[in-house]
T-cell receptor
Framework: GDSVTQMEGPVTLSEEAFLTINCTYT??????LFWYVQYPGEGLQLLLK?????DKGSNKGFEATYRKETTSFHLEKGSVQVSDSAVYFC???????????FGSGTRLQVQP | GAGVSQSPSNKVTEKGKDVELRCDPI?????LYWYRQSLGQGLEFLIY????????KSGLPSDRFSAERTGGSVSTLTIQRTQQEDSAVYLC??????????????FGPGTRLLVL
């Protein structure tokens, strides 16, 4: 079935380091793609999204580009902060369905 | 309210008891979703409502799980005869429910259920 695969965590970085969290999806149809973030003790929040190939979603310094040729939606940030420590979930929303399919989540720990 | 609210925030119950979890969506949102977040299974879709009807119940794990929505607003997820494997965080989300299927789902803080 349709799936989303994320890199295993935790990812531990020093402040101001460059971040990449890989996300790939199975190439069935033309899903919309999302990154959600869950800060400690809080609920899921939408970070960014892209609805078609070559779209770039961006928010709070994070970016992700919808790459149809590699079926990827990798999350990047040029300079992470301690406050970015959270669990990041990649997700897809398939045409004809309303249910989000999530990856397993990647925990990011940023050290000062 | 400003966001999706859920109650209770935490629930501890004994195996075999029934529990009810409540979700209050964002005002004006006609679509409502239930998901479950557990250690072993990650984030899983349970059920989707459009108004008061549920066109997609495909994620409900067993017939012990049911959900209803009344007045196009509040929804209740009921788990009967709870089992230890039901322990998880139950998340509710809502969206505008327009014809576009690309709209954003907004999540509540979740109800953490522990079955002893």
């Amino acid at each position: 079935g349709d799936s989303v695969t994320q890199m295993e965590g935790p990812v531990t970085l020093s402040e101001e380091a460059f971040l990449t969290i890989n996300c790939t999806y199975t190439a069935t149809g033309y899903p919309s793609l999302f990154w959600y973030v869950q800060y400690p003790g809080e609920g899921l929040q939408l970070l960014l999204k892209a609805t078609k190939a070559d779209d770039k979603g961006s928010n709070k310094g994070f970016e992700a580009t919808y790459r149809k040729e590699t079926t990827s939606f990798h999350l990047e940030k040029g300079s992470v902060q301690v406050s970015d420590s959270a669990v990041y979930f990649c997700a897809r929303l398939d045409t004809g369905r309303r249910a989000l399919t999530f990856g397993s989540g990647t925990r990011l720990q940023v050290q000062p | 309210g400003a966001g999706v609210s859920q109650s209770p925030s935490n629930k501890v119950t004994e195996k075999g008891k029934d529990v009810e979890l409540r979700c209050d969506p964002i005002s004006g949102h006609t679509a409502l979703y239930w998901y479950r977040q557990s250690l072993g299974q990650g984030l899983e879709f349970l059920i989707y409502f459009q108004g008061n009807s549920a066109p997609d119940k495909s994620g409900l794990p067993s017939d012990r799980f049911s959900a209803e929505r009344t007045g196009g607003s509040v929804s209740t997820l009921t788990i009967q005869r709870t089992q230890q494997e039901d322990s998880a965080v139950y998340l509710c989300a809502s969206s505008f429910g327009r014809s576009s299927l690309q709209e954003t789902q907004y999540f509540g803080p979740g109800t953490r259920l522990l079955v002893l």
